[in-house]
């Protein structure tokens, strides 16, 4: 059977042909496929966390033990865990590229205001709950201490909380509660968030660019459209090609952090880099700091469309809106800066310096009664000294 046979009856099977409806020329550039570069690192993190999975165990007095084990038995492992935890890092990054991109070029605008509120809930998703929640369960320092913000944050919100915190129930610990929303509801979210997000780039097509004929136009002249979406697809995974080989090299080469398990005694560690700006703040206010914080974020997000509905996407025209986004994104790299340099802190959870105490959290008896050094796989190895032991004493005591 010749190519050109083959190639006809692959189509008449899948209809591919179909893909080649046309899109403006400019979507073959890197801004414009940032996008699908992003969604390919979805793909990435959904089969490698599919594989981990079945190594991990979330009860809370396992989970480190697993990760552990994970890293140092497991064949091929590390490598996995690595390119899992680097891939994370790299769709945030391109997510932000992403939006900046989107920000710059007015591509929000009439009829794509709907579009980029699909985005701003896809991002905070990601961030804010699937990324979250996988810190969150391995169950380190970073880990518990992040647990403990975050069951601050949602006594805030009330009834509503209880729902989300330990007010639930004491039957499942929180981190067998947040696995399960990690590898359940938070791909569930992000995929239907997906589906209609780019359910909307398609009806409404790839954007025109910010300046040029077309710069307020609502779309580019049909009779212009000289790129087709197939060939945006295959920039799409050239660019993911390089993007994600890089990515994998650096797994292999620098492997993701791996830490011991959780002690009782908070140390104020500081959470993964994509939250030290809301770590400056804390410095700051306290732990409610993270709840305002992003309450204003999201708020600022939403308004984007609604401060900038003229008709161009000029640059030149929108000065007052990139001139809040530039400043806007000089204060949370200068929070993020200043977060890096300053030392470790233990945050209160009250202004008034009241301490939120991890004892409270579920679980923490067990992992005091069970410390780990890191070497969770030794059965010989010593649980902890007598001068640990005796300093968890101690803090037990000046906590109750």
């Not at 708020?299 to 900038?308: G, K, M, Y």
Request: glycine share 8%; with cysteine.
């Amino acid at each position: 059977m010749s190519n050109g046979s083959l190639r006809s009856r692959l189509d008449e099977w899948t209809r591919l042909s179909r893909l080649s409806f046309p899109v403006p020329a400019h979507a073959k550039n890197l801004g414009y496929c940032l996008g699908g570069i992003t969604l390919l690192g979805f793909a990435i993190l959904f089969a490698t966390g599919l594989i981990l999975a079945q190594f991990f165990n979330p009860q809370q007095e396992l989970a480190n033990k697993s990760v552990h084990y994970i890293a140092e038995q497991l064949t091929g492992g590390r490598f996995l865990r690595s390119f899992h935890y680097w891939t994370a890092q790299a769709v945030v990054l391109s997510m932000v590229a992403h939006i900046l991109r989107v920000f710059y070029s007015g591509s929000y605008k009439f009829p794509r205001v709907l579009t980029w509120y699909f985005g701003t809930a896809l991002f905070f998703t990601a961030v804010m709950l699937s990324y979250f929640s996988g810190t969150v369960i391995k169950w380190d320092q970073e880990g518990s201490e992040a647990l403990e913000h975050f069951q601050f944050v949602v006594d805030l919100l009330g009834p509503v909380g209880t729902l989300m915190g330990k007010g639930l129930t004491d039957s499942v610990s929180m981190n067998v509660r947040m696995y399960s929303f990690h590898v359940t509801l938070a791909p569930l979210l992000l995929i239907g968030l997906i589906v209609g997000h780019f359910y909307l780039i398609h009806v409404f097509n790839i954007s025109p660019l910010p300046r040029g004929p077309h710069a307020r136009l609502d779309e580019v002249p049909k009779a212009e459209l000289t790129g087709t979406f197939t060939e945006h697809l295959f920039g799409i995974l050239r660019f993911s090609l390089v993007f994600y080989g890089l990515v994998a090299i650096l797994a292999a080469v620098v492997h993701a952090p791996l830490e011991a398990a959780a002690s009782a005694a908070p140390t104020g560690v500081k959470p993964p880099w994509i939250y030290w700006w809301q770590y400056g703040i804390e410095n700051f206010v306290g732990m409610a700091g993270i709840l305002y914080s992003s309450v204003v974020l999201v708020l600022l997000f939403l308004l984007v469309p609604l401060l900038d509905r003229g008709p161009s996407r000029d640059p030149k025209d929108r000065k007052g809106v990139l001139v809040l986004g530039a400043v806007t994104f000089v204060i949370l790299l200068g929070l993020t800066i200043y977060a890096w340099l300053s030392p470790p802190q233990v945050h209160s959870g009250h202004s008034h310096g009241q301490e939120h105490s991890m004892d409270a959290m579920p679980g923490m008896g067990e992992t005091k009664e069970t410390p780990s050094d890191g070497h969770t796989h030794d059965a010989d190895a010593p649980t902890g000294s007598t001068k640990e032991k005796d300093h968890d004493l101690e803090h037990e005591e000046n906590t109750h």
